[in-house]
């Protein structure tokens, strides 16, 4: 018996050893939407192409209200019987990585290679593929199974596809599933508060390198990285700022003119976020009136921390179909598309599919074994909603 004892679920969870064999089943018509999808490059912004993708893949398996909405959001809907609940499954269609990167991927008998496999290709192609698998399987829903491929999910998307779904969509959602590639055993039911942006640095043009200060775009940046790392964090609430990405300059006998951080603050404190946040305005300030320089501060995402406590039913249904694959949940804040979910107060979960490494670089890779078991997770749990097992009291 579940934890909590629950019929409905010990019955998901006896199916699911038998379920996560006939999933290999299915192996060939996953991997050929995970190279069609993953190959088709899907930049944040530019995920047209992918996007009328997975539309041919639900119109082809009869999903009524195939289209793609006014800021490019593939949808779906698989009709339920009852349609008394409405579930939106939802995998960001954008990759990390520029237009013209190479996309080609790697398949051999234990594993796929390739720019973007593991964020998001494999959630996309899962997604694309999740209608004709529980068709194949005979699972039939009470709740209308709303599909969607999110846009404008990742860097200045700003969860903007999901956050337009969610404010216009005429079938109000009851329950929220993100789908992503990696990894196994990843159970996220909250978020934290997170702001996300550039500091850049410029030499006017017209500058004058003898008066006092600075004459270089990256060691007036380096001072003010000093100037970050100087800001005292508390133990609690945890916090951290995570300097991303640095660059700047273009040769060994130029003076450069430009340089860029690209930055995160994160808490567990929203309060603190945004005091640590104009901190950063301080030291932006304060640095560009010294040098002479331009030093500007553009913050162009935010998250506020929430989400359903670890004690809810729907967590702890996650946590029991994870567990009884064998599969110990690791359960970690997230700043992914869970936080729209939050701002519109539905109970909402990310869930990862596989085993993977080398995030965001060429040699991107996911294991295809865990697979089976990632995705009879995520059927595992939809089932559980449909059956009621996640409503709380």
Do not use: W
């Not at 939407?33 to 996007?51: C, D, I, S």
């Not at 002479?292 to 946590?319: M, N, Q, T, W």
């Amino acid at each position: 018996m579940t934890p909590f004892n629950n019929p409905v679920l010990d019955n998901i969870i006896q199916e699911l050893p038998k379920m996560t064999e006939d999933l290999r089943d299915y192996r060939e018509i996953i991997l050929a939407n995970l190279a069609m999808l993953g190959e088709t490059p899907a930049p944040t912004f530019k995920e047209e192409r992918r996007v009328k993708f997975l539309l041919d893949r639900f119109t082809e398996l009869g999903l009524s209200n195939a289209s793609m909405d006014e800021v490019g959001n593939g949808i779906g809907v698989l009709e339920g019987t009852e349609a008394k609940r409405n579930i939106l499954i939802v995998a960001h269609a954008d990759t990390i990585g520029e237009h013209h990167a190479n996309h080609n991927f790697t398949i051999t008998p234990d594993e796929v290679i390739g720019h973007g496999v593991a964020d998001n290709s494999l959630g996309i192609a899962v997604l694309a593929s999740l209608p004709y698998i529980m068709q194949e399987l005979g699972i039939k829903l009470k709740s209308n199974l709303i599909l969607m491929g999110g846009t404008r999910s990742l860097g200045r998307g700003n969860l903007e596809g999901l956050r337009f779904f969610l404010a216009n969509s005429k079938l109000p959602v009851h329950f929220g599933l993100c789908m992503e590639g990696v990894k196994l055993g990843r159970l996220s039911h909250s978020s934290i508060g997170m702001l996300r942006g550039d500091i850049t640095c410029s030499i006017p043009e017209e500058y004058d390198f003898s008066r006092f200060g600075s004459s270089s775009a990256i060691l007036t940046l380096n001072e003010v990285i000093n100037k970050i790392n100087d800001i005292r964090l508390p133990k609690r609430p945890k916090s951290s700022i995570v300097m991303g990405s640095i660059s700047g300059g273009g040769t060994y006998n130029n003076i450069a003119k430009k340089a860029k951080l690209k930055f995160e603050i994160r808490s567990e404190s929203g309060e603190l976020t945004r005091e640590i946040g104009n901190r950063f305005e301080e030291i932006v300030t304060e640095s560009s009136s010294v040098h002479g320089d331009e030093v500007k501060l553009d913050i162009f995402a935010r998250r506020e921390p929430g989400g359903i406590p670890f004690s809810h039913p729907y967590v702890k249904c996650a946590r029991t179909i994870l567990s009884s694959l064998g599969v110990e949940p690791r359960l970690a804040p997230s700043i992914s598309e869970l936080a729209a979910f939050i701002d519109y107060e539905i109970p909402a979960l990310t869930l990862g599919i596989t085993a993977g490494d080398h995030l965001n670089e060429n040699n991107e890779r996911i294991e295809i074994e865990p697979m089976y078991k990632g995705i009879a997770q995520i059927i595992g749990t939809i089932k559980a909603i449909d059956g009621g097992c996640c409503e709380q009291d």
